[in-house]
T-cell receptor, first 111, second 112 residues
Framework: EDKVVQSPLSLVVHEGDTVTLNCSYE??????LLWYKQEKKAPTFLFML????IEKKSGRLSSILDKKELFSILNITATQTGDSAIYLC???????????FGQGTTLQVKP | DSGVTQTPKHLITATGQRVTLRCSPR?????VYWYQQSLDQGLQFLIQ???????AKGNILERFSAQQFPDLHSELNLSSLELGDSALYFC???????????FGPGTRLTVT
């Protein structure tokens, strides 16, 4: 059964800290791995990683994909209070359009 | 703002009732997805439509049904509501052939 597991489930840090969020997956037909940020309501798209794009960076956020070991990490450097959110990892198998989400990591950044 | 719209934002109804949630995808997107998010189950895929046709089904209950209309908007119908159906219902759309999905603001359903 296709599955996505995130760790840790929650994390509390102080502004300026660097955090690493983990995502491991099991999927029959891998197509892509996606990261989303969910603040008050809707998940917002951050990154998509595929076999041809295993590393992405946008400002203080970066992500890598290890297709051999079946995991991805999301790094956030110099965290700010505005980074407080739930970070969701999702897998998109190639034989379906659906996203399979992990449980999410709740990040709280304290001033 | 993702460009995906959903109505209503909030819905409070009683057990046994039926409700309809509405979604309009981003301009140009043909695929619409419905997800349910509850505290204990996380974000779960329900169903996908592509250009009016059902493409994939997830763990959608038989009491739930959906459709996509010629103008590409979609409706999710929930009937014989139970307390456990209380959740956030999200609609998402994606560009043709792309895996990334863009989520609407959601409808919070409370069944009392």
């Amino acid at each position: 059964e296709d599955k996505v597991v995130q760790s840790p489930l929650s994390l509390v840090v102080h502004e300026g800290d660097t955090v690493t969020l983990n995502c491991s997956y099991e999927v029959t037909n891998f197509r892509s791995l996606l990261w989303y940020k969910q603040e008050k309501k809707a998940p917002t798209f951050l990154f998509m990683l595929t076999s041809s794009g295993i590393e992405k960076k946008s400002g203080r956020l970066s992500s890598i994909l290890d297709k051999k070991e079946l995991f991805s990490i999301l790094n956030i450097t110099a965290t700010q209070t505005g980074d407080s959110a739930i970070y969701l990892c999702a897998n998109s198998p190639s034989n379906t359009g659906k996203l399979i989400f992990g449980q999410g990591t709740t990040l709280q950044v304290k001033p | 703002d993702s460009g995906v719209t959903q109505t209503p934002k909030h819905l409070i109804t009683a057990t046994g009732q039926r409700v309809t949630l509405r979604c309009s995808p981003r301009s140009g997107d043909l695929s619409v997805y419905w997800y349910q998010q509850s505290l204990d189950q996380g974000l779960q895929f329900l169903i996908q439509y592509y250009n009016g046709e059902e493409r994939a089904k997830g763990n959608i209950l038989e009491r739930f049904s959906a459709q996509q209309f010629p103008d590409l908007h979609s409706e999710l119908n929930l009937s014989s509501l139970e307390l456990g159906d209380s959740a956030l219902y999200f609609c998402a759309s994606s560009p043709r052939g792309m895996a990334e999905q863009y989520f609407g603001p959601g409808t919070r359903l409370t069944v009392t």
